[in-house]
């Protein structure tokens, strides 16, 4: 065994500061990086909407199935579900720039296929489901890099303002291509839709290869799925993100249904043509885009209100939307939903990055995805109850439930943009010194506080919030002992993987861990704690390393510096 004092791990800082004056929705377009990945995601987005016009259309053309038409949306966004969380891992680990190349030939590679297929009349439903699938495959793996990359292209205090452009990139096409998706489709040239853009991801392509390699954030490359597990972890021991990304499933449950089922609605209720289903899907798109200008604005003067409200808004406007009579009054529905979407998920998104830390943002991005992801369900929902009820009143049930969640939501604790902290590491903590390798898994980490009877309570209160803490920056075990004969000696013991994760802990420490820890530290009334490692070893599995192999590293010379004592029998 082997001890220093008071040793230190802890997790993300999550707090607020005075309110910062307005920035300017533009600002972040002087970042010359940022400005060429911009402008290569407004042409790309623009081929992404001529694919969701001609997609749905052409699968209605096909079957004539309101359920079949979600289904295209459900292969698009269903291998979210199964491929965010470890795309989210490989963000940290890996070269972002590399990752979305990769995610780019793929999706690129599969549009590319449809638009062959559809020219030469060979495309079938079953194939349309397939390629759109392999397109989404190549959104999972693109998604997490570009989410947190993109906003790492400038200064801190522009993120919000980052991520808001990049949803005016995704809204100006929102607001033009389904417009021109349809005037191609009424042309019957839906092929020329989908080439249009395979080329787009070309285009994308060519600009990644033009920027340098993205260092990893977090070395966990040899450790995917345990490093998977962690950003699960720290959401779960997050409460403001656990909150968040509740809310974000909650919203894109319900609020799916509109775009899932526009095509329906439009031809079966409204009875219009594709060129009046891609003007009200570019009625949507415009809506969002003047929530993306007017949202700074609308952020100062609502304040806490912000997110709870625009959620109610896009409820009410789905309702009217699904019930309209005729397409002005859709159109006045589909308008404020599509302001609502931006406001909503601009908050989500740009709260949610600025709470997690850079080392895990990544996997916490990927679990957002994750959350907006769940619209293949949300989608196979709608077309289910459009099947017996229709596809409009399928959309304004839908959507009443989105206003409910939006009146449920202001009675929630939610965290206002423009209030969080980003997390910070601490100016004046000192990383302990430990030995560089350590064999033996799993490793156990041992800290003994002699409290004073006065403040047992006190300091039980502070370790709850340690033990969060603790899971937030690697631990996967984490318990409280007190000695049997002295009472008042407590023991907190908590476990990680192998030595290397117990090391990255210390570097994942931020300004509110170091808080928390220094008044733990604060009870003892021993001299400091005392901090003991214990590595595992294997006597029962016949091929694991040999004993010699595994014996535990000892810190012998932090024992000679800070005269750590092996703790009493």
Not at 49 to 59: E, I, N, R, S
Not at 99 to 126: C, E, F, Q
Not at 200 to 221: C, K, M, Y
């Amino acid at each position: 065994m082997a001890g220093h004092r008071g040793e230190q791990t802890g997790g993300p800082a999550m707090g607020t500061t005075a309110r910062p004056a307005p920035v300017p929705t533009f600002a972040p377009l002087g970042e010359a990086a940022y400005r060429t990945v911009w402008s290569a995601s407004v042409v790309s987005n623009l081929g992404t909407f001529l694919q969701l016009t001609a997609g749905p259309w052409l699968m209605n053309e096909l079957t004539g199935s309101p359920f079949m038409v979600s289904l295209v949306t459900s292969a698009l966004t269903l291998p979210r579900l199964l491929l965010t969380i470890p795309a989210g891992a490989l963000a940290d680990a890996f070269d972002r720039r590399n990752l979305m190349i990769t995610g780019s030939a793929v999706s690129g590679l599969s549009t590319a296929a449809m638009a062959v297929l559809a020219w030469t009349d060979a495309i079938t439903p079953a194939l349309l489901l397939s390629l759109t699938f392999g397109l989404g495959v190549g959104s999972a793996i693109t998604l997490p890099a570009q989410q947190t990359l993109v906003p790492d292209l400038v200064p801190a205090p522009l993120r919000a303002q980052a991520i808001t452009l990049n949803s005016a990139a995704f809204n100006v096409a929102r607001a033009v291509g389904p417009s021109l998706g349809g005037l191609l489709v009424g042309a019957g040239l839906t092929a020329t839709s989908f080439g249009l853009n395979a080329a787009t991801f070309t285009l994308v392509i060519g600009v990644l290869l033009s920027f340098p390699r993205q260092p990893a954030e977090d070395d966990s490359r040899g450790h995917l799925w345990r490093a998977a597990a962690l950003g699960m972890r720290y959401v779960r021991f997050t409460q403001p993100i656990r909150v968040l990304i509740a809310v974000t499933g909650a919203f894109v449950l319900t609020a799916s249904s509109v775009q899932t089922l526009l095509p329906t609605v439009v031809s079966d209720d409204l009875a219009l043509g594709a060129t009046g289903f891609g003007l009200l899907y570019g009625v949507f798109g415009l809506g969002a885009l003047a929530g993306v200008v007017g949202r700074e604005r609308a952020r100062l003067r609502l304040g806490r209100h912000m997110l709870p409200g625009a959620v109610t808004a896009f409820g009410i406007g789905g309702v009217v939307f699904g019930l309209a009579p005729g397409p002005l009054v859709a159109g006045v529905g589909l308008a404020l939903s599509g302001v609502a979407w931006t406001w909503t998920l601009i908050t989500l998104n740009a709260s949610i990055q600025t709470l997690a830390p850079r080392w895990i943002r990544g996997r916490v991005v990927s679990l957002y995805l994750l959350a907006v992801g769940l619209q293949p369900i949300g989608a196979f929902t709608a077309g289910a109850i459009a099947e017996g009820i229709g596809s409009g009143r399928s959309v304004a049930v839908l959507c009443a439930g989105t206003a409910v969640l939006g009146v449920v939501a202001f009675r929630l604790d939610l965290p206002v943009l423009g209030d969080i902290a980003e997390p910070a590491p601490p100016e004046d903590f000192a990383i302990p010194r430990h030995a560089e390798q350590v064999a033996g898994t799993p490793v156990l980490v041992a800290t003994t506080i002699e409290v004073d009877p006065d403040d047992i309570e006190d300091l039980l209160a502070d370790m709850r919030e340690l033990r969060r803490m603790r899971f937030r920056t690697g631990a996967h075990r984490w318990s409280l002992y007190r000695d049997a004969d002295r009472p008042h000696r407590i023991t907190e013991f908590f476990t990680v993987a192998d030595w290397e994760e117990h090391l990255a802990q210390h570097a994942r420490i931020d300004v509110a861990a170091a808080a928390v820890l220094a008044k733990v530290r604060s009870y003892d009334r021993a001299g400091g704690p005392v901090t003991r490692h214990l590595a595992g070893l294997d006597i029962l599995n016949p091929v694991s390393k040999p004993i010699a192999e595994q014996l535990l590293t000892v810190h012998s010379e932090l024992h000679a510096t800070d005269g750590s004592m092996p703790l009493e029998g």
